[in-house]
């Protein structure tokens, strides 16, 4: 999607400092980081949010996961928070699925 920010991300159309890429994964920093470590990692695939993931993205999704715990292990952060934001409510502001990787200080909870 040519107006979507996350996929023009993925494209390398706007410029970010990537974590992690393949041909269906792209993990890049944060521009606003909430924690020292503040890495999102999205499907180049357009996928608005985790509720529209089909069927056919469980792999995908699947995958997405298990990077994210690969680069929190290379970053070798001994706690951390994987977190995908569904919807308006829940504080999604981009609407192209992401994981939000969140490390390096002490993480409150509940979240807001
Ligand atoms: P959400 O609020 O949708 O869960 O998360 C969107 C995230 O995208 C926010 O943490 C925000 O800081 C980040 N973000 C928004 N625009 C850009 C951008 O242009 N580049 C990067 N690297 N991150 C962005
Ligand atoms: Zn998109």
């Known amino acids: 999607m040519s107006d979507c920010l996350f996929c023009r991300i993925a494209a390398g159309e706007i410029p970010s400092k990537a974590a992690y890429s393949d041909d269906r994964i792209y993990a890049f920093h944060d521009i606003a980081p909430k924690a020292p470590t503040h890495i999102l990692v999205i ?14 993205d ?23 928070r994987l977190v ?3 919807g308006e409510g829940a504080g999604q502001t981009v609407f192209h699925l992401h994981f939000h990787l969140l490390g390096g200080r002490a993480l409150g909870w509940p979240p807001g």
């Open 84 to 86: 995908a934001n569904n």
């Open 58 to 80: 469980r792999e995908t999704v699947g995958e997405i996961v298990a990077r994210a715990a690969a680069i929190a292990r290379d970053l070798k952060l001994d706690h951390y």
């Open 43 to 56: 499907p180049r695939k357009h996928i608005p949010k985790l509720a529209d993931a089909g069927p056919e």
